[in-house]
Nanobody, 118 residues
Framework: IQMGESGGGQVQAGGSLTLSCQPS????????MGWFRQAAGSEREFVAS???????YYADFVKGRFIVSRDNGKRTLSLQMSDLEADDTAVYYC?????????????WGQGTLVTVSS
C-alpha cells in the first residue's frame, strides 16, 4: 500500500494550498478517505474525511477554511486549504477511514509538509 501525498509547501499566513493523495494497493472507492496532520511535538490529529455518499466531516479547527473532495475515477483525494494560519504547519497525511474521524489500520505514508509563515 502507498498513499502518495503531494502538494505541500511553504506559504504565508492567509495563503492557500491544495493537497493531493493518490493511493495504491487497495480499492479506493471502497473506503471513506480522510486527511490527518501532525505538527512537530504533537500527536497526529484528524482534519477531514469524505465518503462515497458525498458526506464530509471536518475537525473544529478547520472553521470552513478547508474543502475535502474525492474523485473515484482518478483515485484521488484532495484537500483545498485557504486562509492558512501558522498553526496549520504540519505534515499532512491521507488514509482510509474506519469511521467519520478515525483512520483504518496503522499504516501511514510519508505525508506532505505544509509550512505556514506568519
Amino acid at each position: 500500500i502507498q498513499m502518495g501525498e503531494s502538494g505541500g509547501g511553504q506559504v504565508q499566513a492567509g495563503g492557500s494550498l491544495t493537497l493531493s493523495c493518490q493511493p495504491s494497493g487497495f480499492i479506493f472507492s471502497s473506503y471513506g478517505m480522510g486527511w490527518f496532520r501532525q505538527a512537530a511535538g504533537s500527536e497526529r490529529e484528524f482534519v477531514a474525511s469524505v465518503w462515497n455518499d458525498g458526506k464530509t466531516y471536518y475537525a473544529d479547527f478547520v472553521k470552513g477554511r478547508f474543502i475535502v473532495s474525492r474523485d473515484n475515477g482518478k483515485r484521488t483525494l484532495s484537500l483545498q486549504m485557504s486562509d492558512l494560519e501558522a498553526d496549520d504547519t504540519a505534515v499532512y497525511y491521507c488514509n482510509r477511514m474506519r469511521s467519520q474521524r478515525v483512520h483504518f489500520g496503522d499504516f501511514w505514508g510519508q505525508g506532505t509538509l505544509v509550512t505556514v509563515s506568519s
